[in-house]
């Protein structure tokens, strides 16, 4: 197989080195349609990872590439400043009325400057109401919440942080999570909470921060490790006991991925201080992000008649807009969630069948349609998995020694038996492999998630 291409590029991928990887194994995407990515030298490409994470109809929906359509002879995008447009409105009406506390909603273009727009909004309250020293935030170990520097200062994950350490704020990380195999896992309703001893951790920490933010139980960076849902709510309770706003990073999770509008709301039953979507929003058509705000914050702002700044150019886009709005018509008029709560227990099948198949799978985890498995392999024989995986027309790209799927959800129902099948023929040849004693590929990509 030759996957070499000769070509130098002048584009410096994301989380790649400069040159190197341009002499390794990258896929010229000609086209994109339905779940498969088109490619110039593999054909067909089946996106077992929605272009990492965004697109849950798959590529060139027509319901949301007629929506862009139809917006185009309109306008693209307007100032948003003493200016609106009624697709925005509607679409700020329909997130805010996911919940019942919420009442605003700001608009930026990608997840990590939602979660800074959410950063900031927290502290700012605090500023306003004579509190300025509660400066920290407290998250999880495991925890992503972006790449720009404010939310590294929140990343539980040290490969993202090392280099940028002098620069970071110095925060609060709640150790020792209680992780589960999905939502039959018994620790997933009871995790044996120690409330003495995070009572204590909250006593002494939340004086100084702001808020405690979380991914709504899936920590997808971290290699799809799934929370125990008891912990979850237990830490959230205490940390509104002690007063802290609790921001939820549904930017992978929300907006269908688990099966459901709001994971917070709707599977976690509590509506958080601020919320941020992306990715799904808009299908992940066009970069749109949404801050979705609890009335206790803007009442603040409110209070001290106080403007907010984030004055990013593109917010409110309606592009964006028009495609986020046709998405939720989507969710609204479709069976889709149930087809996902279904597809759950079809994945928790396929991947216990794998587990049983191959001995080098150590556990297996699955919630909505996210389903990971665990390897025990030499790293260098992880690295290939890519590789093999463009053989057998899947794109599969692990984190660490985790092999995960998050496909299109469209067509879950249809898609679960090709995953099926292409994930065996991929695991065969591993299994192959390490009857070899590994001499197969070089290690062609570096994989980070
Ligand atoms: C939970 C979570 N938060 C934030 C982000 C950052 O989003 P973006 O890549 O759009 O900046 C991601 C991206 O993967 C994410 O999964």
Not at 306 to 335: I, P, R, V
Request: charged share 20%; hydrophobic share 40%; glycine share 4%.
């Amino acid at each position: 197989m030759q996957l070499i291409d000769t070509q130098l590029s002048s584009t410096w991928f994301p989380a790649a080195k400069p040159d190197k990887d341009n002499n390794q194994f990258n896929l010229e995407v000609t086209a994109a349609q339905g779940s498969y990515l088109v490619t110039a030298k593999h054909g067909e490409i089946y996106d077992a990872i929605s272009s990492w994470w965004c697109k849950p109809l798959g590529h060139c929906h027509p319901i949301i590439t007629k929506s862009i359509r139809e917006q185009l002879k309109l306008f693209e995008h307007h100032i948003p400043a003493k200016s609106w447009n009624s697709n925005i409105e509607k679409l700020s009406k329909r997130l805010v009325q996911i919940f019942t506390q919420m009442d605003k909603v700001i608009y930026a273009s990608d997840g990590s400057s939602a979660v800074e727009i959410a950063m900031k909004l927290s502290y700012e309250t605090r500023v306003l109401e004579q509190q300025a020293y509660r400066s920290k935030y407290i998250a999880l170990n495991g925890a992503y919440h972006g790449e720009t520097i404010f939310t590294l200062g929140v990343c539980g994950i040290k490969y993202y942080k090392t280099n940028y350490s002098g620069l970071l704020q110095d925060n609060y990380f709640i150790e020792d999570i209680p992780y589960v195999d999905g939502q039959n896992d018994p620790l997933w309703l009871d995790c044996n909470f120690d409330y003495n001893y995070w009572n204590n951790f909250f006593t002494h920490t939340a004086q100084n921060a702001t808020a405690l933010i979380i991914e709504p139980l899936v920590q997808g960076a971290a290699g799809m490790k799934i929370i125990s849902r008891d912990f979850l709510i237990k830490i959230i309770n205490l940390a509104r006991n002690h007063n802290l706003h609790i921001i939820a990073d549904e930017i992978m999770v929300g907006l269908g991925r688990l099966g459901y509008y709001s994971v917070s709301k709707e599977l976690l039953n509590f509506e958080p201080d601020i919320v941020c979507f992306a990715k799904n929003l808009t299908a992940g058509a066009i970069p749109m992000s949404a801050v979705v705000i609890n009335h206790s914050i803007s009442q603040v702002f409110r209070k001290h008649q106080k403007a907010f700044l984030h004055s990013h150019t593109h917010s409110c886009n309606g592009l964006a807009a028009a495609a986020a709005n046709s998405y939720l018509d989507y969710l609204d008029n479709s069976n889709i969630l149930t087809q996902v709560k279904l597809a759950e227990i079809k994945l928790i099948e396929i991947m216990n069948d794998l587990k049983n198949s191959f001995a080098f799978i150590k556990q297996t985890r699955v919630i909505g349609t996210i389903a990971a498995l665990e390897l025990n392999l030499p790293i260098r024989m992880l690295e290939d998995i890519f590789n093999i995986g463009i053989e057998e027309q899947i794109y599969l790209r692990p984190i660490g020694n985790t092999l995960y799927i998050m496909p299109p959800i469209y067509n879950i129902k249809h898609d679960l038996e090709l995953i099926q099948t292409k994930l065996h023929l991929v695991l065969q040849k591993i299994s192959t492999l390490i009857n070899k004693n590994c001499n197969y590929l070089p290690s062609k990509c570096r994989h980070v998630p």
